[in-house]
């Protein structure tokens, strides 16, 4: 490392202010930053110190993907395998499914950091880490046989019009990765609904093996076809149809203790989307009209992206609620609106994007109101006084 620090501050000038390479500068800085700890530091005023910085959180939120990202790429194979009827062999499964992951996170990381460097090269600012973790968050929620250009259109859209029109890493009001899954949502429907889009290589969109259906748990209920969803242990395992990184609950579980375990997500806002989920899900048995009303509370939470989106994308700290009386507000509001529309609107069957978005437009009123209220009950025990 030694080495490699010294090649680096050799070739540095270069990139600097006044080198021959300075319009490279922005591409130069985040490489460096990639590799080694930044070593700038401050020299007069007031700071608080933290050894926490946008870097090391970014890590650990990776960190805590890695077991979804694990997964998922161990079920492309073996959906992929079920679907054309040859038998499951571990290696060959996971090489598979590592062929396919590949090219969306290349895709994801080169145009939306392509983007981000375009952009700090233009403010002459230095390159955020932010992009670090929505690079590998929109491989993960997208189907596994989306055409690359479509899912480069979409992060191209959301890194400009979603992130960088605001301001950039942490102006957003908009979870990133969700815009892009939004943006194919709206506008490749067909390469977002289905039964064939979420298991690759089905031959004409079609398995060749019968009785195996690609469709997912929610495509299944949405259709009232609640006889034929895979049982509650499949979905926790996540042996299932589904976007990449969504369908194991037990992966995004342990993805969700390390965020909590970290101080980096709030386990303020993941109880109450569980919560606000389950109350929802209670309620809509209590009124059942239909075989999907009927279904369990609990299979809510376990199956489609609301586990995902509790844990990874509702926590976004800035995208969320920052009081904590905001956030089991935020929280409860975002579980609540992914099971109504999941089950009532049919033209939804995934309502936790849906919901995440709603919110993240709502988080900063519902901060307002918070701050507003603890002022009015200060403002009333001095008068007491």
């Known amino acids: 490392m030694k080495a490699l620090r010294k090649q680096i501050d050799k070739i540095k000038p270069h990139f600097e202010k006044g080198g021959k390479l300075s319009m490279f500068h922005s591409f130069f800085d985040a490489v460096e930053a990639l590799i080694f700890v930044p070593d700038t530091v401050t020299t007069r005023g007031s700071h608080i110190r933290d050894g926490a910085d946008l870097k090391r959180v970014m890590i650990t939120v990776w960190i805590a993907l890695v077991p979804a990202v694990l997964f998922g790429i161990y079920n492309i194979g ?9 038998e499951p062999v571990f290696w060959d499964m996971i090489w598979f499914g590592f062929l396919k992951f590949l090219p969306l996170a290349l895709v994801s990381y080169a145009v939306g950091l392509g983007v981000e460097i375009y952009f700090a090269q233009i403010k002459g600012h230095e390159v955020n880490e932010g992009f670090f973790v929505t690079g590998l968050l929109i491989p993960l929620i997208v189907p596994v046989d989306v055409p690359l250009w479509q899912l480069a259109l979409a992060v191209l859209f959301s890194v400009i019009i979603g992130k960088e029109v605001f301001g950039g890493t942490g102006m957003n009001i908009l979870n990133p990765a969700l815009v892009t ?3 194919l949502f709206f506008s490749y429907p067909k390469w977002m609904s289905g039964d064939s889009v ?3 290589g089905m031959v004409k969109g079609e398995s060749i093996v019968d009785g195996f259906s690609g469709a997912t748990p929610l495509a299944q209920a949405a259709a009232h076809q609640v006889e034929s969803m895979p049982s509650a242990l499949e979905m926790i395992i996540g042996t299932i149809p589904g976007s990449i990184g969504e369908t194991s609950f037990i992966a995004i579980m342990i993805g969700a203790a390390i965020l909590v375990f970290t101080g980096v997500g709030s386990w303020k806002i993941i109880v109450s989307v569980f919560a606000g989920g389950m109350g929802m899900g209670l309620l809509l048995n209590t009124f059942a009209t239909n075989p999907y009303m009927e279904l369990p509370a609990y299979y809510h939470l376990i199956m489609g ?3 995902f989106g509790a844990v990874f994308m509702a926590t976004d700290p800035v995208t969320a609620t920052q009081t904590e009386t905001g956030k089991w507000i935020y929280g409860l509001l ?10 009532l609107n049919p033209a939804f069957p995934e309502g936790m994007m849906l919901a995440i978005l709603f919110m993240n437009v709502f ?10 209220a603890n002022i009015k009950r200060r403002l009333k025990r001095a008068i007491s006084k």
């Open 78 to 86: 073996l959906q992929h395998s079920l679907s054309i009827g040859i």
């Open 181 to 183: 899954r939004a943006f």
């Open 198 to 200: 979420w298991v690759s």
């Open 305 to 307: 992206g609301f586990a």
């Open 334 to 343: 975002t579980g609540i609106l992914a099971v109504l529309i999941r089950v």
């Open 363 to 372: 988080a900063p009123l519902i901060d307002h109101y918070v701050v507003e």
